[in-house]
């Protein structure tokens, strides 16, 4: 059976590893098939293209997009993108200058309880040129010790009710999936578990995503009990949504599961992978 990953970090967004890394990585784990998937940045592609040639790994080219729906942050995995396909370019473009103010906006309200130096530091993190993001606030809080490791600051600083929470208008949903899909690629509800959306606003939000032409929701992922990937697998099966799987990997120590070690998805599910030519022909 294929290993296939299809949702990870670099630094180029807020991962640990480089994109050369993490393709090493990867290919010590055992990954056949990998997305590259940083968050509404395209920029290390081409360098994990090239390693993935050496070590014999099929790299699928992949984004992350932030998305604002009915005032709640989603994300949405656009694989097989062209990464070069002007709206698509324009559209991450636009999202990470909005990025930027929001960063200013959290170091403002850590600034408020005491925390200062945050915007340095979360720079120094991201590394110079790249994109800047509440993880490596996250990261300068464990520096500073403020909380013990990135996990414990999600549970007490950035998120909306807690310090050092910026509110910020991503790009529409609709926007987000007509980008993708204008660029030749396959759009998908990352990590769906982790939204706070009841029952009926989550068969809202899949029912409007399937509408715009969303094809797939992620049913394995880091952040997702067994329970709830059985939940989504059945989700997907009822509406008619492809299935996909990924680790949603940053780092060693900062992720659920590593590259490729995730379930493998429910029977009942159709891979998103499913007509892919590099799967077909690698399997």
Partial sequence: MLNIDLHCHSTVSDGLLTPTQLVEHAAARGVDILALTDHDDVSGLAEARAMAAERNITLINGVEISVDWRGQTLHIVGLG?????????????????????????????????????????????????????RMHFARFLVQQGHARDVKAVFKKYLVKGKPGYAPHQWAPLSDAVGWIRASGGRAVIAHPGRYK???????????????????????????????????????SQRLGLLASRGSDFHGPGESYFDLGRMPALPAICRPVWHDWNEAIQAG
């Fill in 81 to 133: 993108i062209d990464p070069e396909h002007p709206d698509l370019a324009c559209g991450l473009s636009s999202i990470r200058n909005g990025r930027m103010v929001r960063a200013r906006n959290i170091a403002t309200q850590l600034d408020k309880i005491g925390i200062h130096g945050s915007f340095e530091g979360a720079s120094r993190n991201a590394g110079e040129g790249h994109l800047l993001g």
């Fill in 197 to 235: 959306l009841s029952r009926k606003a989550m068969d809202e939000l899949l029912e409007e995503f399937r509408a715009l032409g969303g094809e797939a929701i992620e049913v394995i992922t880091g952040s997702h009990t067994p329970e709830q990937s059985m939940q989504f697998a059945r989700h």
